[in-house]
């Protein structure tokens, strides 16, 4: 977008936001602001988002703290309107210049009555100088990167010992100049390879609760020239160029944003030109373009690509207009297809309009239309789906497919701030609850189809192997989450080990194969009350007699504990209407309602309690001593 109509944009935004329009302003501000825009227009964004009532946009409260041994002021205000842009109000506390240490080592600092959600550590290569000579041994280079890096996991600790935040932590851009030129890159006791091997040893170091930041990878793709203004530094004490403000705001937003309420979960794609070169029913099988030739071996790579995302957990499903077994013939039948049916998890190719394809895909994998990705490479389809699907994300593909993986690379709609076991499996258990959803056809009889699944759930308290998942639930469930509370990993492991709270973890499996972890459950213990904090299960499961399952443990617990009430909230959110009278089918009594919706149900342990009736079988975990509810 040239100067000229980027101006005349922002004039319009001013103009809205003057005539009360905020809504409309600052999504037209959202669209028009690009990562790579240099710093006078971040500035210019910022200052137009501040402009806009805070209360006028439905924003997610946020607390960041940025612990900084350089100067982030003018940062900070963009980086704000970038957490804006991902539903965010942050209000950030910033250390004092160069102050890290202190701040972090006095328990009576400013930063732990701020209470933030997020603790930024945001350093520089300054920042980490070794003492090591020209020439040193292996050992020498080893033992002083071990103490650098120790330097700042004692920094963790004492922050995870003290706030139950979640942990941001750059690694080190590599400067752009070198002392010894290219045998920098040979040598273990140069700076680039002390830097290097740091940043490796740093993330191994990296613990629970603790996610690293590449500020190197940043740099480098910035461009080291353009990132490294020594002006900048020496005049103002600025880590990196001010026009990578955006960059560097835009992807710690996305990040951020995942931490909160996680990713994308399920990826849609077109075929013809997509995921192939040419059409399929005009060109025939032998016809289109995957694996010869440039452009053939761009498609090729681009499988590749969308393979791995479909290892790290990301969903791949088809929306095409094509006749079907056509498109099928080249997943079964083309030498060079590297995706194969067996990693879709959903195949629409008709003639259908692809919106109602969309919805039926959401539909059949049980997740909401705000967790899809659409690729097509047809301008008007796009389109078309964001007139009618606003919920779903549509990147913008380039005409040239070569650079399809850099322009969904740089949405950043698939960050994560961890990785576990049920990630790699998710396309495998979707698919198989597309094939229960089938199989279910064949009753007419709920309660026959049920039975006919033979399920059995595995309960157990919380333990390391189980974490990532469980905390995972808590803050990427939306749809079965009763009162929307978000835990971090260390708020969790506290939760451990207090005697007066209780977690259990909830896996099912049936005829058709193993769901894994699908629910969380927090509960504490208030004298003879038992309050249901948190109770979340993946959308996977709905409807399966789970909800009348947990809910025998939860009044079980209760006898165990010889509570006399069993107490229940619900929070009522954009995404969680499915749950609204969850509390009133296990047969809680409501006691409260609240202006805002949110109601108080209770069930009274002392009066006949209601029947619950599931098909479930329980499997006891072994880490679960049955002498001990909690």
């Known amino acids: 977008m040239n100067h000229r109509i980027e101006t005349t944009t922002l004039k319009a935004i001013k103009e809205d936001i003057q005539n009360g329009q905020f809504a409309k302003a600052f999504k037209a501000l959202a669209t028009l602001s690009e990562p790579e825009h240099d710093f006078t227009l971040q500035s210019r964004y910022a200052l137009l988002f501040q402009s806009i009532p805070p209360e006028e946009l439905e924003l997610e409260n946020l607390r960041l703290a940025i612990l900084a041994t350089s100067t982030v002021d003018h940062f900070i205000d963009v980086l704000k309107f970038w957490l804006a842009k991902q539903g965010f109000r942050v209000e950030v506390y910033s250390s004092p210049f160069d102050t890290v240490h202190q701040t972090v080592l006095d328990s009576k600092s400013s930063l732990y009555a701020f209470a933030p959600e997020f603790v930024w550590f945001f350093n520089n290569f300054r920042d980490v100088p070794f003492s090591v000579s020209f020439g040193a041994s292996q050992n020498e280079c080893d033992s002083a990167i071990n103490d650098t890096v120790k330097k700042f996991t004692e920094l963790w600790k004492v922050i995870q010992k003290n706030l139950p935040c979640h942990i941001l932590q750059n690694n080190v851009e590599l400067p752009n100049f070198r002392v010894f030129g290219n045998l920098e890159g040979s040598v273990a006791w140069s700076q680039t390879n002390l830097l290097r091997k740091f940043n490796i040893c740093l993330a191994s170091a990296s613990r629970s609760g603790v996610t690293i930041f590449d500020m190197e990878y940043l740099s480098s793709l910035f461009g080291k020239n353009s ?11 600025h880590a990196f160029s001010l026009d990578a403000c955006g960059l560097v705001a835009s992807q710690v937003g996305s990040l951020i944003a995942a931490g909160k309420r996680g990713g994308k979960k399920c990826l849609v794609l077109d075929l013809d030109n997509t995921l192939w070169g040419g059409v399929v029913g005009d060109d ?37 207009k094509n006749d079907e077994d056509t498109a099928r013939d080249v997943f079964l039948n083309h030498p060079d ?20 394809n969309i919805r039926d895909i959401a539909a059949t994998l049980n997740i909401g239309l705000d967790s899809i990705v659409f690729l097509d490479d047809n301008p008007v389809e796009r389109q078309l789906v964001q007139k009618f699907l606003p919920e779903v994300t549509v990147v913008d593909l380039p005409e040239d497919p070569a650079s399809f993986i850099e322009a969904i690379d740089r949405e950043a709609l698939f960050e994560s701030l961890a990785f576990s076991s049920e990630d790699s499996k998710r396309n495998q258990l979707y698919k198989q609850n597309a094939i229960r959803s089938k199989h279910q056809k064949q009753f007419d009889n709920i309660d026959e189809f049920l039975r006919s699944l033979e399920m059995e759930s595995e309960v157990g308290p919380v333990n390391e192997l189980c974490l990532p998942r469980f905390i995972q639930l808590i803050n990427k469930c939306n749809q079965f989450h009763l009162t929307t509370t978000r835990y971090t990993e260390t708020q969790v492991k506290s939760m451990i080990n207090d005697n007066m709270t209780t977690l259990r973890y909830f896996r099912l499996k049936d005829s058709f194969g193993d769901n894994g972890l699908i629910s969380a459950l927090i509960i504490k213990h208030q004298a003879e009350i038992l309050f249901i904090d948190t109770w979340v299960m993946s959308c996977r499961v709905f409807s399966r007699g789970m909800e009348e399952f947990i809910c025998s443990e939860i009044i079980s617990i209760a006898k165990w504990s010889k509570s006399s009430i069993v107490r229940g909230k619900y929070i009522p959110s954009k995404k969680n209407k499915l749950v609204s009278s969850l509390y009133e089918n296990l047969g809680f009594k409501l006691t409260k309602k609240e202006t805002d919706g949110t109601s108080y149900w209770e069930l009274d342990m002392k009066e006949q309690l209601p029947k619950i009736s599931h098909t479930i079988k329980r499997a006891e975990s072994k880490d679960l001593d049955p002498e001990n509810s909690r």
């Open 227 to 237: 990132w490294h203004d020594a002006r900048y530094w020496h005049y103002s004490k």
């Open 284 to 320: 025939g099988l032998n016809g289109v373009q995957l694996g010869n030739g440039a452009e053939g071996e761009v498609f090729l790579n681009f499988q590749k690509y969308l393979l791995a995302l479909k290892e790290r957990g990301i969903l791949l499903s088809i929306c095409s």
């Open 337 to 356: 297809m590297l995706i194969q049916l067996d990693d879709i998890a959903v195949f629409k190719a008709n003639w259908n309009n692809k919106p109602d």
